[in-house]
Structure formats: structure tokens, C-alpha cells
């Protein structure tokens, strides 16, 4: 089964809270807009890993290229 903006959307909120989330594609790369609360304090480094973490083996196995923009609330706000 092909991964879709949606399926990336749902594996996403599955493994973090995310106040706002967006997530565009055409099957092969994918670009996302997260915004969460776990992200505040943490370096740009720390929250990839807390998309990776949430999208587990995924990252490998079904998505070939993810391009992240992870932002705190405020930052979204901002």
C-alpha cells in the first residue's frame, strides 16, 4: 500500500500531541508543518527525533524522504 500525506498525518499523531499538523506529499517525498508543546526547550535535533521516534521503523521501511518543519506553539504563533 502506497504512504499518503493522511497515512503520514495519522502515524504522526499517534506517537506525538500536536496542536496543529500538516502534512503534503506525492508518495515518494513528503513535507510536514508540526507544531507541539513537546517541542518547547528542545534543539532542532532533539525534536526530529521526537518525529522519528513517533514514526518509528516507518521512517525506513514506507517513507523515503520527509522534510520537517517542527515549531512550539509560540513559534507557530509567531
Do not use: N, W
Not at 504512504?3 to 498525518?9: F, K, L
Not at 506525538?16 to 508543518?33: I, K, N, P, R, S
Not at 525534536?47 to 518543519?69: F, N, T, W
Amino acid at each position: 500500500m502506497a504512504t499518503t500525506p493522511e497515512r503520514i498525518h495519522s502515524y504522526i499523531t499517534a506517537g506525538l500531541a500536536c496542536t496543529h499538523l500538516e502534512v503534503d506529499g506525492d508518495g515518494q517525498h513528503f513535507t510536514a508543518v508540526i507544531v507541539s508543546d513537546a517541542f518547547v526547550g528542545k534543539r532542532l535535533i532533539q525534536r526530529h527525533q521526537l518525529v522519528y521516534a513517533a514514526l518509528g521503523d516507518r521512517m525506513r521501511e514506507e517513507i523515503h524522504a520527509l522534510s520537517m518543519k517542527t515549531l512550539t506553539p509560540d513559534e507557530y504563533q509567531g
